[in-house]
């Protein structure tokens, strides 16, 4: 079956979906997006993606380009039309297109675009597959904590990470501090067994999955500490993971040439993936 993607008021086959030329998305990065997991032919956490989508919309000062109600109608219609079972959304809205120029223009509509794109269900033993991790300085802007589409300073870490044979870049900020991970959260359990994952401000990402897992792991009774902690302190934890919509709980048994821990996942990652994927599985049925 074609894919088929939403622009702008109409479903088209993917290869004809585009906006036009002088969209402020593409000349200036001037839009906001969310990736959103589907399980079961559900949507995952829709309620805390499209309230962080409403944030970045306001941060901007973007308007909505179409009601809230009527973007979960279109989401399940891209859903349905492409026949997702398992795999994940894309929602991208920016101020439109108008002629070049650094301001705001005086008029223009909000463009909206949304795709979805199928992936095989992961299962516990690939999720635990073991990964590494690479420091890098985080050269992206002030305002990390908005899902804006310009993304160039990801970009070129990750494919660090990926010239590393890395599965994630660390960034760290000029103090020493882990802030997060191109596209994840960053968490660590100390040698006192406390776990800690970076308080959130402007310099992180709220991650949604990150969310969802604090108020797991809290109905589970495993306390946990929301603090900044240095690259250093990472390097001598006795486990380290990180997590996203995508990546769900990945463990990191190297970072940089350092082993941590024993250099197997450990056994609260282990556990709290267990929960997330338990989560999800219950998620709109088996």
């Not at 036009?20 to 399980?39: P, S």
């Not at 795999?87 to 509509?109: C, E, K, M, V, W």
């Not at 197997?264 to 993936?273: V, Y």
């Given at each position: 079956?074609?894919?088929?993607?939403?622009?702008?008021?109409?479903?088209?086959?993917?290869?004809?979906a585009v906006v036009?030329?002088?969209?402020?998305?593409?000349?200036?990065?001037?839009?906001?997006?969310?990736?959103?997991?589907?399980?079961?032919?559900?949507?995952?956490?829709?309620?805390?993606?499209?309230?962080?989508?409403?944030?970045?919309?306001?941060?901007?000062?973007?308007?909505?380009?179409?009601?809230?109600?009527?973007?979960?109608?279109?989401?399940?219609?891209?859903?349905?039309?492409?026949?997702?079972?398992?795999?994940?959304?894309?929602?991208?809205?920016?101020?439109?297109?108008?002629?070049?120029?650094?301001?705001?223009?005086?008029?223009?509509?909000?463009?909206?675009i949304v795709t979805?794109?199928?992936?095989?269900?992961?299962?516990?033993?690939?999720?635990?597959?073991?990964?590494?991790?690479?420091?890098?300085?985080?050269?992206?802007?002030?305002?990390?904590?908005?899902?804006?589409?310009?993304?160039?300073?990801?970009?070129?870490?990750?494919?660090?990470?990926?010239?590393?044979?890395?599965?994630?870049?660390?960034?760290?900020?000029?103090?020493?501090?882990?802030?997060?991970?191109?596209?994840?959260?960053?968490?660590?359990?100390?040698?006192?067994?406390?776990?800690?994952?970076?308080?959130?401000?402007?310099?992180?990402?709220?991650?949604?999955?990150?969310?969802?897992?604090?108020?797991?792991?809290?109905?589970?009774?495993?306390?946990?500490?929301?603090?900044?902690?240095?690259?250093?302190?990472?390097?001598?934890?006795?486990?380290?993971f990180f997590t996203?919509?995508?990546?769900?709980?990945?463990?990191?048994?190297?970072?940089?040439?350092?082993?941590?821990?024993?250099?197997?996942?450990?056994?609260?990652?282990?556990?709290?993936?267990?929960?997330?994927?338990?989560?999800?599985?219950?998620?709109?049925?088996?």
């Open positions: 079956m074609p894919k088929v993607t939403y622009v702008n008021g109409r479903y088209l086959p993917h290869g004809q036009h030329v002088e969209d402020r998305g593409f000349q200036f990065a001037d839009g906001v997006y969310e990736v959103i997991a589907v399980a079961n032919g559900t949507i995952v956490d829709e309620e805390a993606h499209l309230d962080r989508f409403d944030r970045s919309l306001s941060e901007l000062r973007l308007d909505w380009p179409v009601y809230r109600r009527a973007l979960g109608f279109i989401m399940r219609e891209i859903i349905r039309r492409n026949t997702v079972r398992h795999g994940s959304i894309y929602l991208q809205a920016t101020r439109g297109s108008a002629p070049r120029n650094h301001p705001f223009p005086d008029f223009s509509l909000p463009s909206l979805a794109k199928s992936a095989k269900k992961l299962s516990y033993e690939a999720a635990l597959e073991k990964n590494s991790v690479i420091s890098q300085p985080d050269i992206r802007w002030r305002r990390c904590d908005i899902k804006s589409v310009s993304l160039l300073p990801n970009v070129l870490l990750k494919q660090a990470a990926v010239e590393a044979d890395a599965a994630e870049s660390w960034l760290i900020d000029d103090r020493g501090i882990v802030t997060e991970g191109t596209a994840s959260n960053a968490w660590i359990v100390t040698d006192q067994d406390e776990l800690i994952t970076r308080h959130l401000d402007s310099s992180i990402l709220a991650g949604i999955t990150r969310q969802a897992i604090l108020k797991l792991i809290s109905q589970e009774g495993i306390s946990f500490l929301e603090r900044e902690f240095t690259l250093e302190e990472a390097k001598q934890a006795k486990e380290a996203s919509t995508t990546a769900l709980v990945k463990p990191a048994v190297k970072i940089d040439e350092v082993i941590i821990g024993d250099g197997q996942p450990g056994p609260l990652t282990r556990k709290i993936l267990t929960y997330y994927m338990d989560y999800m599985d219950n998620i709109g049925g088996q």
